[in-house]
């Protein structure tokens, strides 16, 4: 069993942590040569986190909210150039997302190159759901706060149409950074920082005086702005966790296979440690650059936590058989270790092995990083976005708003134990 001293800098007192769910730094060193340090993780009080979640509000209440502001949708229309095709940036399931203008202080229509640039997703019509999971994400983002939470800025709800107006975030998502063959390779450590990154905000909702599951996980959810600093998007699916001395929250099976806790997916039953499952899923997307479910694949390899599985398992643990290659060797060993256990410990069957989101970022930060010998890569300098960068917008990246359909119910022949 290992205790981890965490000093809480904010109140200058000492804290221990027992991991007892896993012994995680010990199963790391097997592919050491070197018995591990005592860890001393400092945490640090994070600013900008704020929000409560109250009891169910109306939708009356919701879209009251001072928090966000009620935009129409002929100043939105004017804002993307009446939703002009040079102006969209991707589409998935939910709609459509175009790159907008607004005056920043009055948030009204601006002149395309002028103001703040947003993201303005305009959902397709699809009834009552998608009414549901469009006024989910008003009451979430509404009142939840953190810098690792997309800024929700706004809304439109006219008729038939309902729009959502974010910030823009200038990198695109996760998933096409990693997938996406003309992208640039991202380097080890802007992979840890972005794993750090999610799973702080995950541990913003976890914690929050009204526990928030975030139920839909997913590498095209975690969106990047021009640094690399990673904000998790789409509350579409987010629902309460449980209250009192509920374990669970029994709801309708939503999510994306491949990154669905198997015990959700077979019971309906939702808990935190169903998002710690996904966010496994994801690190083992970070380390080995494979999709969570590869239909192009046969066997084991199908399925991302099932091949990891048969390498890990391995008695000599060794840890180059999963990592992605356009790393080109470049990472710690020890840390691409730590990070491996790590994943396939959020990954386990059994929810109670798994560990709680705080104790897994508690982790992410001791992971030491290596400075990368080659150059920086055009696509990963930590500068802000010029002018022109700003105003070509995705040419080169993904769009700022998840462009793959977002989960749903998952078919009667994934609702077993074995579908991931």
């Known amino acids: 069993m290992n205790t981890f001293l965490i000093v809480h ?57 001072p928090n966000v502001k ?38 009204t229509a601006a002149r395309p190159g002028s103001g703040i640039v947003v993201a303005v997703k305009m959902l397709k019509p699809q009834g009552f759901q998608g009414h549901k999971e469009w006024l989910s994400e008003v009451n ?3 009142q939840l706060h953190h810098p690792n939470l997309v800024k929700l800025i ?21 998933e096409n950074h990693l997938f996406k063959r003309t992208a640039q390779p991202l380097r080890w450590e802007t992979r840890v920082k972005i794993a750090i990154d999610a799973a ?13 599951i975030y139920r839909d996980f997913k590498a095209s959810n975690v969106l990047l702005d021009s640094e690399f600093n990673a904000k998790l998007s789409d509350f579409g699916l987010a629902k309460a966790g449980p209250t009192g001395d509920q374990t669970h929250v029994t709801t ?46 046969v066997g084991v390899e199908q399925k991302l936590v099932e091949w990891a599985k048969s390498h890990l398992d391995d008695k000599n643990h060794r840890i180059f058989r999963i990592m992605d290659t356009k790393l080109g060797g470049q990472y710690p060993r020890k840390g691409a270790c730590i990070a491996a256990t790590l994943a396939m410990t959020c990954v386990k069957p059994d929810a109670k092995a798994r560990p709680q989101m705080d104790e897994v970022l508690a982790i992410l930060k001791t992971i030491p990083s290596l400075k990368c010998t080659l150059p920086t890569t055009p696509s990963e300098q930590q ?7 700003k105003s070509l917008g995705y040419l080169d990246h993904s769009s700022p708003m998840n462009l793959t359909p977002r989960g749903s119910p998952l078919p009667a022949h994934m609702r077993t134990p074995q579908g991931r």
Request: glycine share 10%; net charge neutral; charged share 20%.
């Open 9 to 65: 800098e904010s109140f200058h007192f000492f804290h221990f942590v027992t991991l007892s769910v896993f012994s995680l730094i010990s199963e790391a060193t097997k592919c050491q040569d070197k018995p591990p340090p005592i860890l001393t993780i400092h945490t640090i009080s994070e600013k900008g986190r704020t929000g409560k979640i109250p009891s169910p509000r109306s939708e009356d209440e919701i879209l009251s909210s």
């Open 70 to 107: 009620a935009l129409s949708f002929s100043e939105l229309k004017t804002a993307t150039r009446n939703f002009r095709p040079d102006s969209l940036l991707g589409e998935g399931g939910f709609g459509y997302v175009y790159k907008g203008w607004l005056v920043e202080q009055t948030l």
């Open 140 to 142: 979430y983002l509404g």
């Open 154 to 174: 706004g809304y439109c709800l006219d008729g038939d149409n309902r729009l959502l107006v974010y910030e823009f975030m200038a990198r695109g998502s996760l």
């Open 200 to 212: 702080r905000g995950l541990c913003f909702l976890h914690s929050s005086e009204s526990q928030v």
């Open 252 to 297: 309708q099976v939503m999510g994306t296979h491949g990154y669905a806790a198997p015990e959700y997916v077979a019971t309906g039953r939702l808990t935190s440690k169903c998002d710690v499952y996904s966010f496994g899923v994801v690190l083992l997307e970070l380390l080995t650059g494979r999709h969570a479910v590869d239909k192009t694949k």
């Open 383 to 389: 500068t802000p976005a010029s002018p022109l960068t």
